[in-house]
């Protein structure tokens, strides 16, 4: 690949595996300085290596941060800060799906601190790295399982209502949410050179889901025999991170590098604000986006 990404510094969270190792592979190919995010020193290590070695590019590294806990996400923006000057491309890639709700250290359901709130953070605390590198760019990663999820204002982390079809009512929330978060998040950053913009990556054959026991695990089985190979589904995070065709592109939803329509309900507008609202109030971090 050309080094067309040379210079630039790109942070990956969810990189130890499927579409994000390989994001950081292909993005470390084109010449850029790649920095993973993991939670397991092991296999953040072994990831580490092996991104180096299938890009032939060092100036690959490593941070350790499990970004279901608040205080976790605050902690590994400072290592990023205190270890780097520049800021060009976020990936916000980490997630999960799980059977049965849980909760976080900070008392918050799972699905719903993994996939959303650590993507709400993590971009706010690292908007003015983002603003003085510009232009540079935040590629979400949500899924078309956005086209099926709800938000209930009144019980969006599944307190008293029924956690639903094995977590995956969960998980389509969360990834509604991604959206959501994408299209508000483009509306305050305009005039500022930072584009925002989420993507649908297909259905990946990595492991995720494997986490998981009984039908859900089942279920995964199986249907991972109509997935795409990784290097596929990696393709549209790669191509919104870095190609020129989408310079100044932002607030789009984008399915095999291409702009879709997303669910009419990702749309509203008021619903937007709310979500972002509610979620500063539960990272307790004042918003650094423009408003």
Excluded: C
Excluded at 226 to 254: H, N, R, W
């Amino acid at each position: 690949m050309a080094n067309t990404m040379q210079g630039k510094t790109v942070l990956i969270s969810g990189a130890t595996n499927g579409i994000g190792k390989q994001a950081a592979v292909d993005l470390a190919q084109m010449g850029a300085q790649v920095v993973i995010i993991g939670r397991s020193k092991a296999r953040t290590d072994e990831a580490l290596r092996e991104i180096q070695t299938a890009s032939g590019n060092n100036d690959v590294h490593a941070l350790l941060a499990d970004l279901s806990s608040m205080a976790e996400v605050r902690r590994v923006a400072d290592d990023f800060r205190k270890q780097f000057s520049r800021l060009d491309v976020l990936l916000n890639n980490a997630g999960g799906v799980f059977n049965s709700r849980q909760e976080t250290v900070d008392g918050y359901e799972m699905t719903f601190a993994l996939n959303h709130l650590s993507y709400f953070l993590l971009t706010n605390l690292l908007l003015d790295m983002l603003k003085a590198s510009a232009p540079s760019r935040i590629v979400n990663v949500s899924s078309e399982a956005q086209s099926g999820g709800a938000l209930d204002f009144d019980d969006l982390q599944f307190k008293n209502t029924a956690y639903g079809m094995g977590g995956f009512k969960a998980y389509a929330q969360s990834k509604l949410m991604n959206v959501m978060f994408t299209y508000e998040l483009a509306r305050r950053l305009a005039g500022t050179g930072v584009t925002a913009n989420v993507l649908h990556p297909g259905f990946v054959n990595t492991g995720f889901g494997k986490n998981n026991k009984g039908l859900m695990q089942f279920v995964m089985g199986i249907i991972t025999v109509f997935a795409i190979k990784v290097e596929d589904g990696a393709k549209t995070s790669v191509y919104l991170a870095s190609s020129p065709e989408v310079e100044g592109v932002t607030g789009k939803y984008f399915d095999k590098s291409k702009p879709k329509r997303s669910s009419p309900a990702s749309y509203d507008e008021a619903a937007q604000k709310r979500l972002w609202e509610i979620s500063e109030q539960l990272t307790g971090i004042a918003s650094a986006a423009a408003v």
